[in-house]
């Protein structure tokens, strides 16, 4: 094989390689990356797989905020400007709901979102 051929292989197989590191499979650890600002979360709608390993790293934007998910038991302060890694492992099926917990304004009460577990 001449230089170019095996420069092109090395190229294929590591961009191959690249592509499968990117692709979460059930039983994996999935991260996903949101943040919190008056009065939203932005992804507010997260889909995982059941049996997944999640790493949510959230930042607030603003101000100080809280991410509540009742159904996996989780509480967590969020100041300003600081990512906040919460993990738990997606161990029952459904969609649940999540939400600020810190009070941050007028709209605090709109401030929601949903887990999907598939």
Same mark, same amino acid.
């Not at 997944?52 to 930042?59: K, P």
């Given at each position: 094989m001449n230089r170019l051929s095996v420069t092109l292989a090395a190229a294929a197989l590591f961009a191959g390689s690249a592509y499968l590191a990117? $692709? =979460? *499979?059930? %039983?994996?650890?999935? !991260?996903?990356?949101?943040?919190?600002?008056?009065?939203?979360f932005s992804p507010n709608v997260i889909k995982v797989k059941r049996g997944?390993?999640?790493?949510? /790293?959230?930042?607030a934007? @603003?101000?100080?905020? %809280?991410? $509540?998910?009742?159904?996996?038991?989780? @509480?967590q302060k969020l =100041? !300003? %400007?600081? =990512? /906040?890694? *919460? !993990? #738990?492992?997606? @161990?029952?099926a459904g969609t #649940? =709901?999540?939400e600020c917990s810190h009070f941050c304004g007028l709209g605090h009460q709109k401030?929601? %979102?949903q887990l999907t577990v598939e």
């Open positions: 990117q $692709k =979460p *499979v059930a %039983g994996e650890d999935s !991260e996903i990356r949101l943040t919190a600002r008056k009065y939203e997944n390993h999640i790493r949510l /790293v959230i930042t934007l @603003d101000r100080i905020h %809280g991410f $509540k998910l009742e159904a996996f038991h989780i @509480d =100041p !300003e %400007g600081e =990512p /906040v890694t *919460v !993990e #738990f492992t997606a @161990d029952q #649940f =709901p999540f401030m929601k %979102g």
